[in-house]
């Protein structure tokens, strides 16, 4: 091989060239570059999104409300009778059982009321028997007057007694019965008397047995607004004790969903049966609070508020009771109430977020058989726990898309992904939930429940 070196003197002079005139390069390069491929366009992929079936579910139609609780057994500890309290017998939060005494009132006063009234009925005894012996020297005086009066006419008819002696024995003869009459009378108010007397002795005693304050009702007892030492008045609120074993739930539907409840009750009535109000305690209704999954506690529907509909909130109110035997439902707790209205239906579910709005009305995005999206409009009823419940539109096979809707519009091909849909806890898409203690359910009213969640392929 030979290699030739070109001379010092002409290598400084290409060297120059290139420093002072740089685009000659760049021009050496585009004019290189022009001879090659053109660079060919290529579409980007699909974009790739989640489809699935729709849920075919047994479904029980139902009502949602919020509600309140409020406590079946409550009352206040009040004061009978005035006094200064001497003790107070509980501590607060307590459990305490009717007729427990709960606070001591000071009794001096009352006891000698009492030993006053009694002595009063004892004189009032005495003065009945004073009464009655008055009585009975009465009588006696009126006999004997009788006695005179029938001698001086007898006399008088035979011309041998005086007009003046037979006037004599007309006078004392209705003397001793006006004086006979009065005796009787004195009885009668001294009888009297005495009755007065007796009512005052129970009033009285009854007062001193009202200076032991007893508990109304069996429950847990409040603290205490009255301490030892304090002047107390007659009526005056001392304490309030709380039966939380049962409580209410009032709430209220709208005149629309009293006609939907009555409606789909009658419908599930035999032939021939009349649908009577006493028909709505038999129906079940579920309860759940702020923290709860899914709806345990059990009760029944309790009272229908007779006035009937509120015509200033076009609502009614209603109320259910329900056990509650670990006091897990406090009074005034706020309370999300369910009721069946209707034996089960079967329906279409989706996921909440795959239902989309527009102007045009509610709608899913599907993926046909051409692999593009279409739009569907759809119907619904309800939704229940993150699924919509769909009435009209949507098939039960299509594929409808539940993730990647951000990607996806009407008539844009997609790469479809397919998943199932697993629909955790049914019950509560039925209208039910698994009571968290079995001593919260009705036996007679607890349904049927399903354990195994429900999936699509």
Known sequence: ??????????????????????FVLIWAVFIAGCGSPKNAYVPPPPPEVTTAKPVKQMFTPFLQENGVIEAVDQAEVRARVRGIVEAVKFEPGKDVTQGEVLYQIEAESYRAAVQSARAAVEASEAAIAVAQAQVKVA??????????LAREENLMEQNAGSQ?????????NDAA??????AIANVEAAIAEKGRNVAALA???????YTMVRSPIDGRITATDVKAGN????????????NRNEVFANFSISDRAMLDFMKARRASMKPGEQYTELDWSKVPVYLRRESDEGFPFVGVLDYVNQEGIDAQTGTLGLRSRHPNP???????????????????????????HAVLRDRRGQFVLVVNDEAKVERVAISTS????????????LMPDASVIVDGLQRARPGLEVKAVRKPLTVEGQTLLRGFSIPHDSDNAIESIKPEIESEPFETE
């Open 326 to 352: 670990d006091a897990s439902l406090f009074p005034g707790l706020f309370v999300t109430v369910r009721i069946p209205i209707g034996e089960q239906v079967e329906a279409l579910l989706v996921p909440e």
């Open 231 to 242: 002047l107390v008045e007659d009526g005056g609120k001392l304490a309030t004790v709380v």
């Open 177 to 182: 019965s006006a004086s006979r009459e009065s």
């Open 382 to 393: 309800k939704t229940v726990t993150g699924w919509t419940v769909v009435e009209s539109g």
């Open 139 to 148: 009588e006696a005086k009126y006999k004997e007057t009788q006695k005179n």
């Open 164 to 172: 003046a002696m037979l006037d004599a024995a007309i006078a004392a």
């Open 1 to 22: 091989h030979v290699v030739l070196h070109p001379e010092p003197a002409t290598m400084n002079r290409v060297h120059a060239v290139l420093f002072k005139c740089p």
């Open 203 to 209: 009033q009285s005693q009854l007062d001193l047995d």
